[in-house]
Structures are given as structure tokens and as C-alpha cells.
């Protein structure tokens, strides 16, 4: 289930760790109603990390609005009953369930998406983590139509929205 509320993120997205996406500010309310799934197309230097995105609604006075967030464990992915280690530098897909929502976005206000990775210092401490070296830089998003969202026939660089309703609210 998601945990958290609606508390404000920017302080959290100054971190080093974290790339953040954010879309240009929408011309007109746009409501986003289903499933939100990030495929996110990417490597590390570990050979097992887990991949964290969070997805957000950003107000036009800057307030960062956590909506919904996903996790998934890299050794876990192609089969949750068997580990399979990714290769290090290797990029692949990974389709990261961010759960359902039903959000109107205001006219003026942003998506935005962030992505983690962290890793096991050992296998032998499960639970303790360390920052994955972050060998990518902060760019913003490719520019968005006005409604930023897209099916899943329309994949947007690395990252794409699926299976979700989108459309635009006068």
C-alpha cells in the first residue's frame, strides 16, 4: 500500500541521489485517472539495486505533491521466485508499478517524476543500504504535449506513463 501523505518534497529532490523530471507547467486543468506504470530504461554499477520512482504533482507556488511512488528490486524482476543479478553497466527495462490514481491538475501546475537507486552494502545485511554512484546528470523532461500523458503506444524517452486516462478539463 502507499505510505505517506501529502507533504511538500523539494527539500528531498535537492539530494544528489536523485534525478528529477519535472514537465512544463499545464496551459489547463488535465485529470489523470488509472494505473500509472514508470518504464524506466537504465543501468548501475551494481549487479542488484532497487529502482524507486515517485510520481508528483507540482503547484504553481512550487509545493512538491507526492501522488504515488513504486519500487522495484532488480534481482526480482524477470521472476519474483528467482534471483537473476543484473549486469553491471548493462542498461535494461524495467516496468515499475507506481499504483492507481484520480488527480485533476490544476492549470499551472507541473508532473513530475523522480527516480532512486540504492543498493545492499552486503547480501549478508539485508536492510542496510548505501547510495548507488550516480553516474547521470539532471535533465529535464523531452517538452510534453499540453496534456503530458501518454498510452502506451507512445513511449517518451526513457520513461513513459501507461495505462492511464488522460484528458484535458476547460
Same mark, same amino acid.
Request: hydrophobic letters at 35%.
Given at each position: 500500500?502507499?505510505? %505517506? %501523505?501529502? =507533504? =511538500?518534497?523539494?527539500?528531498?529532490?535537492?539530494? =544528489?541521489?536523485?534525478?528529477?523530471?519535472?514537465?512544463?507547467?499545464?496551459?489547463?486543468? !488535465?485529470?489523470?485517472? %488509472?494505473?500509472?506504470? !514508470?518504464?524506466?530504461?537504465?543501468?548501475?554499477?551494481?549487479?542488484?539495486?532497487?529502482?524507486?520512482?515517485?510520481?508528483?504533482? !507540482?503547484?504553481?507556488?512550487?509545493?512538491?505533491?507526492?501522488?504515488?511512488? %513504486?519500487?522495484?528490486?532488480?534481482?526480482?524482476?524477470? =521472476?519474483?521466485?528467482?534471483e537473476t543479478f543484473i549486469t553491471p553497466g548493462k542498461a535494461e527495462p524495467f516496468d515499475i508499478d507506481n499504483w492507481a490514481t484520480c488527480q485533476l491538475f490544476g492549470k499551472g501546475h507541473r508532473l513530475r517524476l523522480e527516480v532512486l537507486s540504492k543498493r545492499l552494502q552486503s547480501e549478508n545485511e539485508e536492510g542496510t543500504w548505501t547510495p548507488v554512484s550516480r553516474t547521470a546528470t539532471r535533465t529535464p523532461w523531452p517538452r510534453l504535449p499540453p496534456v503530458a500523458c501518454h498510452a502506451r503506444s507512445a513511449p517518451m524517452d526513457s520513461t513513459s506513463w501507461s495505462q492511464s486516462t488522460c484528458r484535458s478539463r476547460s
Open positions: 500500500s502507499q505510505v %505517506g %501523505g501529502p =507533504d =511538500d518534497y523539494r527539500s528531498v529532490e535537492r539530494r =544528489d541521489d536523485i534525478l528529477v523530471y519535472t514537465s512544463d507547467p499545464f496551459p489547463e486543468p !488535465v485529470e489523470v485517472c %488509472g494505473p500509472l506504470t !514508470v518504464r524506466l530504461v537504465a543501468a548501475t554499477t551494481a549487479k542488484d539495486t532497487d529502482w524507486a520512482t515517485k510520481i508528483i504533482d !507540482v503547484h504553481p507556488d512550487g509545493f512538491a505533491q507526492r501522488l504515488n511512488d %513504486g519500487l522495484v528490486r532488480a534481482r526480482y524482476y524477470k =521472476d519474483p521466485a528467482k
